[in-house]
């Protein structure tokens, strides 16, 4: 064999090899990339479970704020006519102190 010969077939062993190489690489890749991918979806699923949850809940508040208000609207004036709101707000200057009485020392000081 001729030294011409033998690098010829140097390197069609070496292509050969870096094929063999690239190949390896190519299906680790794959493989790595399509776990990468299971996982994700797995996460993006999860994610709009909870995103759903989510728009349950404040869908839930919505309606509990809105029949708040509407029981507010109602029994307002139920409450003032019985008297509740004055006791509620006697109740509050007890524990929270009296707002106007604040009010009434800025002015004061204001002059």
Known sequence: M???E???QIKD????VFFMFSLVVLIFA????LRLYMRVNRFMDRMESVADGFEETFGRLTV???AMEDAATILGPVAKGLGLVGVIQGIGRLF????SKKNGLDDKRER
């Open 2 to 4: 001729t030294s011409a």
């Open 6 to 8: 033998t690098i010829s």
């Open 13 to 16: 062993i070496v292509l050969i």
């Open 30 to 33: 794959t493989i790595f990339s």
């Open 64 to 66: 509990a704020r809105q």
């Open 96 to 99: 929270g102190g009296d707002k």
